[in-house]
């Protein structure tokens, strides 16, 4: 290449760069936005979105550094940004973030990518040796489970802590020893003993909204509403003992079971609610 020539382009250069503002920002969005939105340039003292032509741009403005080219009006590059001991690197393609790692005090604290249709993260424990913290996955298709996803935490040892699954509105928390502790979600609600074995479940079955209580693993108690009466179940190693039902005015009609869970006495006794009149 002849001095003459590689003199034009530097001067070329120098000109292209010296018509970009020093105010120019790289916008990314929130981090956990970053997938979602489109990536852009704005004029940090107007606060507007800037259009670039397309060339190759190298600026700095605050605590970012941004190493960028514009092709077909669209950005490309790498941008760097530091905060104090928190440093985040970012790979853009096409106006939209591909990849980003976050360190801080020097260990890699967080980190993300996306292909065609999600957007993956991980997040690490701040030691050298870099534990993971917690994970998850969100949809990038806007004709299915856009912007949500399944994320899962983690305890310092590495046991599953909690799992929460947007799709399906479920979300589950664990022991240290790696037992459910809680399950919840639309029609279900659910909690165990640290040993594994559940204590309470609530759900909802043709139109009746169940809650169970069990005993070393075994149903102990129901209750529920029956149409205007309330429902107590009392059972014995998990067979049915006795049934109460209590009813608008007060009265309480008791069942009794044999210990085959079969009927042998049906009661009513006296309203629960004194000086009320039992019509029944």
């Known amino acids: 290449m002849s001095i003459k020539l590689l003199t034009l382009l530097t001067l070329i250069a120098n000109l292209t760069f010296a018509q970009v503002s020093s105010t120019l920002n790289v916008r990314l969005g929130n981090l956990d936005k970053l997938f979602l939105q489109k990536v852009s340039i704005i004029d940090t003292q107007t606060k507007k979105s800037v259009v670039l032509k397309d060339g190759t741009y190298a600026f700095k403005h605050g605590n970012q550094n941004a190493d960028i080219f514009i092709k077909n009006g ?15 690197e970012y790979k853009i ?3 939209q973030a591909k990849t980003f790692t976050v360190y801080t005090g020097g260990f890699l604290s967080l980190e993300g990518h996306r292909d065609a249709e999600k957007a993956y993260y991980k997040e690490y424990y701040l030691d050298p040796e870099q534990r993971l913290k917690s994970e998850g996955w969100m949809s990038l298709n806007k004709n299915k489970h856009y912007g949500i996803g399944i994320s899962k935490r983690y305890y310092e040892d590495g046991t599953i802590a909690h799992i929460a699954d947007r799709v399906t509105e479920t979300f589950t928390d664990f022991y240290p020893n790696g037992n459910k502790k809680k399950k919840q979600g639309h029609n279900i609600y659910e909690t165990f003993k640290e040993d594994g074995s559940v204590y309470n479940r609530q759900y909802t079955k043709n139109n009746i909204r169940y809650d169970d209580y069990y005993y070393e693993g ?20 998990g067979v049915l003992h006795k049934k109460e039902s209590t009813q608008a005015n007060g009265q309480v009609r008791v069942f009794t079971y044999d210990k085959a869970g079969k009927l042998i006495s049906d009661q009513k006794s006296r309203s629960q609610y004194p000086g009320r009149i039992n019509t029944n």
């Open 74 to 88: 669209l950005i490309n590059g790498n941008v760097s940004i530091l905060k104090g001991e928190e440093k985040s």
């Open 93 to 95: 393609e096409n106006s």
């Open 218 to 237: 075994k149903l102990s108690t129901r209750s529920y509403r029956e149409g205007a009466s309330e429902i107590e179940e009392y059972y014995q190693n």
